[in-house]
């Protein structure tokens, strides 16, 4: 399309339609357009290109330890990450993820740094993308009668054996899992330094904050929807007044004090 005999919007809508390669080369004709306004439209997608030019180079910096481990012949290289060791309430939901090569998906990061919003976009591009994924789910109970690192463990363990044979090597943010008997390397921060880790991280908060939300409409006295479990003055303040639900984890010190 000959930017001399279009409109801004057919510019736009043609542009779009484009990939990256060709948006490049499209956006040299713009920029020597006699109108302005397809000049300042051209400044405008050049500094976006080079933004998102960026963001996948910092996306494809998180793929170290994954390329490391590929060029010893590892295939399917899982990420796993858990949500939920902190909360008072509910479960503790640990995500495993293997992720095609290399995969770019922008935005991709520590499941923290992201908004509720974000999150939810980026696991649902993750689970499209994934070779694999599952989850592990460990509730109040359990977390009770067996403490809460050794349910991080087993909701770990639980989401790995949903994979069934197909990974060969497990990246875990934090600790190394003794209950996982293949090849893993634990990685501090990890969810904001592998690939891998970081998509199970977002998988793995999406998921639990889901659960929480439910658990809000059964449990409307607390609030979980906006808190969703963690030790906020709100949550101890319902806490005190209204005693534990079923889901509180009474193992644990705020819980324990109200009983």
């Not at 330890?65 to 939901?93: H, M, T, W």
């Amino acid at each position: 399309m000959l930017p001399e005999k279009s409109s801004v919007t057919e510019i736009q809508q043609y542009f779009l339609s484009l990939s990256e390669e060709e948006q490049q080369e499209y956006l040299k004709l713009l920029a020597g357009d006699p109108r302005k306004s397809i000049r300042k439209l051209a400044e405008k997608y050049q500094s976006l290109l080079a933004k998102k030019l960026v963001e996948k180079q910092r996306v494809l910096e998180m793929w170290s330890y994954e390329k490391s481990l590929f060029s010893q012949n590892y295939k399917y290289i899982v990420g796993i990450d858990e949500a939920g060791r902190g909360p008072l309430a509910g479960p503790v939901v640990a995500a495993a993820v293997i992720l095609p090569p290399f995969c770019i998906i922008e935005g991709l990061n520590d499941s923290k740094k992201l908004c509720p919003q974000k999150r939810s976009l980026l696991a649902n591009e993750i689970k499209t993308k994934a070779i694999k994924w599952a989850v592990g789910v460990v509730d109040s109970i359990t977390i009770d009668r067996i403490n809460i690192l050794q349910a991080t463990r087993y909701a770990m363990q639980l989401a790995l054996k949903a994979l069934g044979s197909l990974p060969d090597f497990v990246l875990i943010d934090g600790q190394k899992n003794p209950l996982i008997s293949m090849p893993q390397m634990a990685i501090i921060k990890g969810d904001a330094l592998s690939a891998s880790i970081a998509a199970a991280s977002i998988i793995a908060k999406v998921h639990r904050d889901t659960i929480m939300d439910s658990y809000d409409k059964i449990y409307p006295d607390f609030n979980f929807a906006v808190h969703k479990g963690y030790c906020t003055q709100q949550h101890l303040e319902a806490i005190r007044h209204k005693g534990c639900s079923d889901i509180h984890r009474k193992s644990f010190s705020p819980v324990k004090e109200s009983l």
